[in-house]
């Protein structure tokens, strides 16, 4: 079998070291990556330090993949040894139930099985991520990166682009429409390029005053403190949707306010505990929504890399090395990334 190195996880109170093993021989479907870039998602630090519960360890995170491919099955047909490609958030599913075919494998009813800590049904034990040399993957789970595109750029698209991609195209938003964007950070501030490539009047809600002109720089036209009551009360009943990022417990009463009759506010942002409950009668005052969205499926996170490419989008990163993924995680609980790290795996050297 090929062998691996990377970074994982030890245990859930151990930083992140070098760890060696195995991956799978390419089956027929097969495609094996060079691994040339991991992004760094927010629910890394999470698994990495259990708190979600359920770790396996030692984990090697890492589900914003982007490479090239190095060997394909003799089965493999979308795919050739060179070609730019990504992995994102998951790397199998039933593939039978009625989610899965609808194209929406991030809902498999018999769970899907994610990019690292998920079941691995060829080796046995758990998956390993990106924060890795190569990876093995089925075909049908591996996606077209355009030429166009800076590769680095296009690692956080993976989860953080079809995170926020998803829910806009699911409820519909286009040209005209008003839509709010709440935090501006790594899914944020994909968000707010999506929603204005889309066309829609976008307006972004912080707490931070120093993230005013960034925000306009991504394509907000107008920016609301929302600690600010006077600001946010001249946004009442003004929103056609709202795309929540925020991963902290806080009142969503203030925002579902925002929204004109039929609304929705939409939530990807994951806090350790629940918001509060929101207050009902401001849902059925204007026959507002609260939902939620997980990531997208393969079909649609394909269009969704393919409309970045048409646009020239990709995410705000900083590039680091795999050495200082302990560093950037401590930074990141500090908000203190625009807006996404980034690691080059060209600096992944065995010992």
């Known amino acids: 079998m090929p062998h691996a190195f990377g970074y994982a996880a030890p245990a859930a109170d151990k930083e992140l070291d070098y760890f060696e093993f195995e991956r799978r021989e390419p089956k027929v479907d097969d495609v094996e990556i060079e691994i040339i870039y991991c992004g760094v998602c927010h629910s890394d630090l999470h698994q990495a330090r259990d708190e ?45 139930c009625h989610s899965c075919n609808e194209d929406h494998e991030q809902y498999c009813e018999n769970g899907f099985v994610a990019t690292y800590n998920g079941e691995d049904k060829h080796l046995g ?12 993957v089925k075909e049908s789970f591996v996606l077209r990166v355009s030429d166009k595109l800076d590769l680095a750029g296009v690692a956080p698209l993976l989860c953080a682009g079809i995170t926020t991609y998803s829910p806009l195209r699911h409820w519909n938003v286009k040209a005209g429409d008003k839509v709010g964007v709440v935090g501006l950070g790594g899914l944020g501030h994909m968000a707010v ?18 993230k005013v002109e960034d925000a306009k720089r991504l394509g907000a036209k107008h920016v609301v403190i929302s600690r600010d009551e006077e600001a946010m009360a001249k946004w009442r009943n003004s ?43 401001n849902l059925i005052s204007k026959r507002r929504s609260i939902a939620g969205s997980l990531i997208g499926g393969i079909a649609e996170t394909q269009e969704m890399l393919d409309f970045c490419a048409e646009h020239g989008i990709t995410s705000d990163i900083e590039l680091i090395a795999m050495e200082d993924i302990n560093k950037a995680y401590e930074r990141m609980l500090q908000s203190d990334v625009k807006y996404r790290f980034v690691i080059d795996m060209a600096t992944l050297k065995q010992p």
Not at 125 to 136: C, E, L, P
Request: charged share 15%; aromatic share 8%.
């Open 193 to 210: 390029k999506l929603a204005a490539a889309m066309g829609a009047e976008v307006t972004l809600f912080t707490t931070s005053p120093d």
């Open 52 to 96: 979600w519960g359920g770790t396996v360890f030692p984990c090697v995170p890492g589900h914003e993949i982007v490479g090239k491919v190095t060997r394909v099955g003799n089965q493999v047909t979308k795919f050739k040894v060179g070609d730019r490609v990504g992995v994102g958030c998951m790397v199998d599913s039933c593939g039978h």
């Open 239 to 281: 929103l056609d949707f709202i795309i929540n990022t925020v991963a902290a417990p806080h009142d969503l009463d203030e925002y579902v306010s925002l929204l004109r009759l039929n609304g929705t506010m939409c939530l990807v942002g994951v806090p350790a505990e629940s918001h509060p409950s929101p207050a009902v009668f």
């Open 125 to 136: 034990g758990v998956t390993y991520g990106g924060y890795s040399n190569r990876i093995t």
